[in-house]
């Protein structure tokens, strides 16, 4: 499976997601953010960061650049886009995914590992996960407060379009677990045709036993079956 | 021509950092505060003679990079 990993100034997951896509075999092209046509692609990935210093709003300067008009392109034709903390903020604001991601309530940057349950499987991304599986992944921002509109928030739920939900290590989902203040819990949404994940959760920085967990590998591998 | 713009904050989006402003003045013994939201502000200058034009260029602006019109209004107005 060819992958693209998008680079903008102020990008510092880059790295980890490209070793993370190599170590599960992909085969992964890095692409700077003024570059005008993309690499062959069937997934995309926007990483982590702080694009632009994160100036006027997190994502919002990345989200007009050059080759994100090919992303909106690529995704709109079926392509699978992951955007990964800064990714999922630049998703939102390109409008590929509908929603915002507000400062978090705590006005906290907060970096840890939390607790994730799988809230649904069906996606070429989740379907090496079990329903209800409960995950520890890696956290870190700042602006990671889900918001939508109730509209919108009903139509993700009645769709199954919320794949990861913050929940605690026996799977309750209440405010007492959520890190951030998120609608509903929410960890990761899709678009309505489940080509476009948006996550705040690192699942790159969970592919290697030795320095994290394994609980991220899925995700990916998810992809290749 | 030249244009200022103000960003606030939809009245049912949470505001949390003009909170902690608003309690920290309230701490600081200002007790008639009754309520206080954050905003963003732009001093914009176009070239352009015609205000209607000039308005509705920036509008455009607004609308396409410096307001998240899910979150946020906005207010043009000359200076």
Sequence with gaps: M???????????CDRDIAVALEKLHFRNKMVWHKETSLPKSDLIVIPGGFSYGDYLRSGAIAGKSNILNEVIKAANEGCLVLGICNGFQILTETGLLK??????KNLKFIGKDVHIKVIDTDSKFCNKYKKDQILKLNIAHNEGNYFTSKEHLKELENNNLIPFK???????IND??????????????????????????????????????????NLFTSLLN | MKFSVKVTLKKDVLDPQGKVVQQTLQNMGMDTLKTLRQGKYFEIEINENDEIKAKNKIADMCKKLLVNLIIEDFEISKI
């Design chain 1, 2 to 12: 060819n992958s693209s990993v998008i680079v903008f100034p102020g990008s510092n």
């Design chain 1, 99 to 104: 929603g915002v991601l507000l400062r978090n």
């Design chain 1, 166 to 172: 913050y929940s605690d290590a026996d799977g309750k």
């Design chain 1, 176 to 217: 007492e677990n959520n890190p951030n203040g998120s609608l509903n819990n929410i960890a990761g949404i899709f678009n309505d045709k489940k080509n476009i994940l948006g996550l705040m959760p690192h699942p790159e920085r969970m592919v290697d036993q030795i320095i994290s967990n394994g609980d991220g590998v």
